[in-house]
């Protein structure tokens, strides 16, 4: 079983739905990080948590240390939005991640 | 500012020759590492280090070797390569709550 698991692995929207993606995590961490792979290839930095939620614009991310379990949320998606979301989790600099959730939104 | 740079963007090695990938940041990071990105199996840390003359295993360390001898660059070697070491290569660094990646080396070992 890995220790970080995803769901859902793919999740196609229509344009101003509200998204979730959930992180499940099997291991003690330090802090919980969520980031954004476009098409390109490129990962941009999005949250990093340790407790309680962040916001930032559309996007929310909530963590549940006792239950090991993070949330991302996309608000009135976009097709902009669209791209592979990457969960991370930090045990002490060693970082495992989820294999990722391919989202498309569609106009 | 740069941020973080990768060289090369693309690279074809024959199994056992040797290179270098390099990664440099202007941002003075303390944390630098290394992942390998491979289809259905996300990224995986193979080194990392906490500042010049630190570094440290991460999961999937083996043929791979890293040294960091200033707080700008830190390079990933590989001694002998093999076609298994096919991937898509990330640096990143951090600071508190943000990651910052380069754009990549695409690495073929044929």
């Known amino acids: 079983k890995n220790e970080v698991e995803q769901s859902p692995q793919n999740l196609t929207a229509q344009e101003g739905e509200f998204i979730t993606i959930n992180c499940s995590y099997s291991v003690g961490i330090s802090a919980l990080h969520w980031l954004q792979q476009h098409p390109g290839g490129g990962i941009v930095s999005l949250f990093m948590l340790s407790s309680g939620k962040k916001k930032h614009g559309r996007l929310i991310a909530t963590i549940n240390i006792q239950e090991k379990h993070s949330s991302l949320h996309i608000t009135a998606s976009h097709p902009r939005d669209s791209a592979v979301y990457i969960c991370?989790?930090?045990?002490?600099?060693?970082?495992?991640f989820g294999a990722g959730t391919r989202l498309t939104v569609k106009p | 500012n740069a941020g973080v740079t990768q060289t090369p963007k693309f690279q074809v090695l024959k199994t056992g020759q040797s290179m270098t990938l390099q990664c440099a940041q202007d941002?003075?990071?303390?944390?630098m590492s290394w992942y390998r990105q491979d289809p259905g199996m996300g990224l995986r840390l193979i080194h990392y280090?906490?500042?010049?003359?630190?570094?440290d295993q991460g999961e999937v360390p083996n043929g791979y070797n890293v040294s960091r001898s200033t707080t700008e660059d830190f390079p990933l070697r590989l001694l002998s390569a093999a076609p298994s070491q096919t991937s898509v290569y990330f640096c990143a660094t951090s600071w508190g709550a943000e990651q910052y990646f380069g754009p990549g080396t695409r690495l073929t070992v044929t």
């Open positions: 991370a989790v930090d045990n002490n600099n060693d970082m495992r």
């Open positions: 941002m003075n990071h303390e944390y």
């Open positions: 280090s906490v500042g010049a003359g630190i570094t």
